[in-house]
């Protein structure tokens, strides 16, 4: 029973473990890559926080890649090719983008736009008084 | 006035979440479509020691289904992927995607078999060059091997009359 709940926990952390490094440079490239690009089965998650068959694959295809030279910009082109800009964790700034890049600065400057509208509605206008007022006042005071 | 403006700002935040909620987020659209298919030279799921390659399915109009015994929604669509198969129309092509050869041809012998032939991608290889990334997926491709329609997930039969048959006549009238 007890080793049964012990085997049920490496198994839980077993995809935690990641395959040893055979070379520490390319599998920080590898790594590097992986939190750029979007895990399409999971898709709020990175190739690299996922564990789905896919992510697995797509992380051993650009391991493979960038070990036969390949650079960067190389691996996210050939990503983009079959899974469209859609695959990157960040998205392109592009005509087809510019909503989501530039929304929620246009929602921003409305919002401060209204504030400052209504701040300056609020501001309460000087009190008049006369010196009769004054005057009266300044008995009181005394 | 104001009033107004309130309702009208309401109604756009109604609308957009309308829009927005009901789109379906795993339907990504494909960089695929209008691109050349990707060629491949795959084992046949039937006979492993021959081999299928992309190049000769040119000159025809086909779909390319990619499939596996491990996939629920595979079963599925089964049917209607039988009956688009059975109706003549074109070639039905399997992609056997991430199988083992094994359970395959088990689950073809209990379900019956509409492929013209299916090809065996037991690493997934070939997949990845598809974009695929939620099986069952179903490729349309022209005379001139170029994509020309990608359903990812299951064809239902109201896509495959409505979307996939059509289109299929269509590209079948081209030369």
């Keep these: 029973m007890r080793a049964n709940r012990l085997l049920l926990v490496l198994l839980c952390l077993a995809p935690l473990a990641l395959p040893a490094a055979e070379d520490p440079a390319l599998e920080k490239r590898v790594t590097g890559l992986a939190h750029e690009l979007r895990c399409l089965v999971c898709q709020n998650q990175t190739l690299a926080d996922s564990n789905a068959p896919l992510a697995v694959d797509l992380r051993n295809q650009i391991r493979e890649q960038l070990a036969q030279g390949a650079s960067e910009r190389d691996v996210i082109d050939f990503m983009v090719a079959r899974y469209g800009d859609f695959v990157l964790y960040r998205p392109p700034l592009k005509a087809t983008t510019l909503a989501l890049w530039a929304g929620p600065f246009v929602l921003l400057a409305l919002g401060v736009a209204l504030l400052i509208r209504r701040v300056a509605r609020r501001r309460e206008p000087e009190p008049q008084i006369s010196d009769a007022e004054r005057a009266r006042a300044a008995k009181l005071l005394e | ?175």
């Excluded at chain 2, 059975?86 to 995607?97: C, D, E, I, K």
């Excluded at chain 2, 695929?132 to 994509?147: A, L, S």
């Design chain 2, 1 to 175: 006035m104001r009033r107004a403006w309130v309702v009208a700002a309401f109604a756009a935040l109604v609308i957009l979440l309308a829009v927005g909620l009901t789109l379906n987020p795993r339907e990504v659209p494909s960089p695929l479509i209008g691109k050349p298919a990707p060629a491949f030279d795959l084992p046949l799921l039937h006979a492993p020691d021959r081999t299928l390659r992309q190049k000769e399915m040119l000159g025809k109009v086909w779909v390319l289904n990619v499939w596996a015994s491990w996939c629920p929604p595979c079963l599925e669509e089964h049917p209607v992927v039988t009956a688009l198969a059975r109706s003549g129309l074109v070639p039905v092509v399997g992609l056997n995607y991430k199988d083992a050869r094994d359970d395959a041809l088990s689950w073809l012998r209990r379900n019956g078999d509409p492929y013209e032939f299916s090809v065996f991608d037991a690493n997934g290889r070939i997949g990845i060059d598809y974009g695929v990334y939620g099986v069952p997926e179903t490729y349309v491709i022209d005379r001139r091997g170029v994509i020309r329609y990608k359903r990812i997930g299951p064809l239902t039969p109201e896509v495959s009359r409505d979307k996939v048959q059509p289109l299929l006549k269509e590209l079948s009238r081209e030369s």
